[in-house]
């Protein structure tokens, strides 16, 4: 892939589902696709950091979510980039209800175990966009 899928996790602090998002960007961008995705914060996008606007718009972004107002999916729009995959933790959870969420700094295992689920439904799309690109080569 030419450049980097950019992950914007959701930045709910004091949240669990907000802690999911994040920890499911990190198990995404540092063990199942290291090599193909970079974590971008979110605060850097809502103090517009230009950095971070023009690293959103010169990639594909994938954005995970923790609640219905969807702060990353609205941040990453409204910086110019275009979203190539859009999740909601809330959405992967009524998948696996047997994985409640508990914690904030510390996620328990249902936690822990849901981020993985959503990682591992995001790099679904990475491995989508890795292989239109490839086709298109």
């Avoid at 023009?54 to 609640?67: F, K, R, S």
């Amino acid at each position: 892939m030419s450049a980097k899928i950019m992950i914007v996790p959701c930045s709910g602090i004091g949240k669990s589902y907000g802690s999911v998002t994040r920890e499911a960007a990190y198990a995404l961008a540092e063990e199942l696709r290291p090599e193909k995705t970079s974590v971008v914060p979110l605060s850097l996008l809502v103090l517009g950091d230009e950095m971070t606007r023009a690293a959103v718009q010169a990639a594909p972004v994938i954005t995970l979510d923790g609640c219905k107002l969807a702060c990353a999916t609205v941040n990453v729009r409204q910086a110019g980039g275009v979203i190539a995959g859009q999740f909601a933790v809330l959405d992967c959870y009524r998948r696996h209800k047997d994985l409640k969420p508990q914690g904030i700094a510390e996620l328990n295992e249902g936690g822990l175990a849901l981020a993985r689920a959503l990682a591992t439904e995001a790099a679904e799309v990475c491995d989508r966009l890795i292989a239109e690109e490839a086709d298109h080569a």
